[in-house]
Nanobody
Framework: QVQLVESGGGLVQAGGSLRLSCAASGGTFSRKAMVWFRQAPGKEREFAAAINWNGAGTYYADSVKGRFTISRDNAKNTVYLQMNSLKPADTAVYYC????????????????????WGQGTQVTVSS
């Protein structure tokens, strides 16, 4: 059974940094695209970042480009999201996900292409 477990969320002041981790188990992840999405209070879940199977390709939402960096360590079955220059607008529950059906970064920005999700980790940025 595929399981994704996020960690690293918390409370940070605007301008600060956090590093989220997502540990995967119960499946084959080294050949799969993985993503981070986020959901702010009262809003729909939205795409943040994606990474291809070997980490050579990444794709970001415009709202986080230049501030967030997605990476992965296939030996540890873990994907990371380094978040710098955080803003109050980044406050959300952050979810990692894996797509078994589509390896293309541009496609996995769509929620419907993600097969498994973690439970989420809360990130709160104070002004």
């Amino acid at each position: 059974q595929v399981q994704l477990v996020e960690s690293g969320g918390g409370l940070v002041q605007a301008g600060g940094s956090l590093r989220l981790s997502c540990a995967a188990s119960g499946g084959t992840f080294s050949r799969k695209a993985m993503v981070w999405f986020r959901q702010a209070p009262g809003k729909e879940r939205e795409f943040a970042a994606a990474i291809n199977w070997n980490g050579a390709g990444t794709y970001y939402a415009d709202s986080v480009k230049g501030r967030f960096t997605i990476s992965r360590d296939n030996a540890k079955n873990t994907v990371y999201l380094q978040m710098n220059s955080l803003k109050p607008a980044d406050t959300a529950v952050y979810y990692c996900g894996v797509s078994y059906r589509d390896p293309r970064l541009y496609n996995v920005r769509l929620e419907g292409t993600i097969d498994y999700w973690g439970q989420g980790t809360q990130v709160t940025v104070s002004s």
